[in-house]
């Protein structure tokens, strides 16, 4: 029972840097396609830009979406590479 216990606790121990990881990816994403959004489907809605997304060999476009902001005053920060350490890092879009 203490060795069950004491390996659950390691594995919760590692839980935040799985968390953390990233993937550095040595080709910069090809250039953004430009999108022509329809009107959004209710009052509102924003739209949220596509973007590239790395497959584990190549690039491939994930279409953008409206969305509506989770509160008043809410604005899209989008997805975006990061250039670090001679690769690129993929950083999440987000509500701010």
Known sequence: MKKI??????ALTLLPA?????????IGPPPVVV?????????GFVWINGYQRWDGGRYVWVPGHYER????????????????????????????
Do not use: C, D, K, T
């Not at 799985?18 to 040595?26: D, G, N, P, T």
């Not at 999108?35 to 009052?43: N, Q």
């Not at 001679?86 to 987000?94: K, R």
């Open 5 to 10: 216990a004491l390996a659950v606790l390691f």
């Open 18 to 26: 799985v968390a953390l990881a990233q993937v550095s990816i040595r």
């Open 35 to 43: 999108e022509r959004p329809g009107p959004p489907p209710e009052r």
């Open 69 to 96: 902001p989770p509160h008043p005053g809410a604005h899209w920060v989008a997805h975006r590479y990061v250039h670090r350490h001679g690769g690129y890092v993929f950083v999440e879009g987000h509500w701010r």
